[in-house]
């Protein structure tokens, strides 16, 4: 991922956000919150985790009212515990309750990704398999949660349609031969030598005939059991490539069972599709009136 790439996402992700929550205005605070008061207010963990959006929430506060001191004192990758600040803001009490809960929406969400990924992390820590994620990500925050996995200590999967072929069951349904399969690698290496390309494998059989392709990357092993992976493994010889890489059905409790079978990778859905929050909140105190 590109720097510039990702800080336009976030940039135009903030302005959706608050365009969203925003509308005409913030009718409590307009009403019922005095003009002139100032506040400081702690962003706090609530419960122990790792941070993944912290300069996403500082940029919110700006955003909204660029004249918010904003001091940030951890920072993404950290693991916290619930007696951490995570930063201070300072300035318009109006201007910081309007941009509370678009803040914490966007570190709760992408702290929630960062911590479920280090508990992957660590489940297979003791081999050589590195943790993956997968497009099953939030529409939008692709760039964002995937830069939460990195946080967290796992390794992004391809980004996009565009930066790898991976093929399935369902790109084979009109042809699924390997005359046809190798014509196919070899016209996109060829037009575009820079995408890997990865086919999908549901038994040993199909392992065995990919392995016979030229210009293949990885191989994914669906919803195969540690010992069919050593097995595949076994196929491919002395050879580094293809990689290997397990996914479907997976679970915290079997991910070490599979890495130590020898799979270069293992990539999950859940760090992203289905992971909660963590939850994180601001505590505000009031200051002298301007």
């Known amino acids: 991922m590109q720097t510039n790439e990702v800080s336009d ?11 969203e929550d925003f509308g005409s205005g913030d ?18 963990p609530r419960k122990r985790g790792v941070l993944s959006g ?17 001091d940030v004192c951890l920072h993404d990758g950290e693991e916290v515990s619930t007696d951490a600040v995570i930063m201070v803001i300072e300035g318009s009490a109006r201007s910081i309750l309007g941009a509370e809960r678009t803040a914490l929406n966007f570190i709760q969400r992408l ?35 995937k830069a939460a996995v990195v946080h967290g200590g796992g390794n992004n999967h391809r980004l996009g349609l565009y930066d790898r072929a991976m093929v399935k069951d369902n790109h084979l349904m009109t042809d699924g031969n390997v005359e046809h399969l190798q014509a196919c690698i070899t016209r996109l290496k060829q037009e575009r030598p ?58 915290l409790e079997t991910a070490p069972a599979a890495a130590e079978s020898g799979v270069d990778f293992m990539s999950f859905g859940c760090l992203t599709h289905s992971v909660p929050s963590l939850d994180i909140g601001l505590d505000f105190t ?3 009136s301007c």
């Open 111 to 145: 702290s929630g990704v960062a911590t479920m990924t280090r508990r992957y992390v660590r489940a297979i820590e003791h081999t050589s398999c590195k943790l993956l994620d997968t497009r099953k990500t939030t529409p939008g925050y692709r760039l964002l949660e």
């Open 286 to 288: 009031t200051l002298p």
């Open 194 to 251: 820079g995408v890997e390309v990865e086919l999908e494998a549901d038994h040993l059989a199909q392992v065995e005939a990919f392995l016979k392709l030229e210009g293949v990357d990885y191989i994914l092993l669906d919803n195969m059991s540690p010992e069919q992976m050593r097995a595949a493994i076994a196929l491919r010889g002395e050879r580094a490539k293809p990689y290997f890489e397990a996914s479907g059905g997976l679970t």
């Open 27 to 44: 009718v409590t605070s307009l009403y019922f919150v005095p003009e002139g008061l100032t506040a400081r207010a702690l962003m706090r």
């Open 54 to 70: 912290v300069e996403v929430a500082a940029e919110v506060f700006k955003a909204v009212d660029p004249a918010l001191k904003v």
């Open 9 to 19: 996402n976030r940039a135009e992700l903030i302005r959706l956000a608050l365009a």
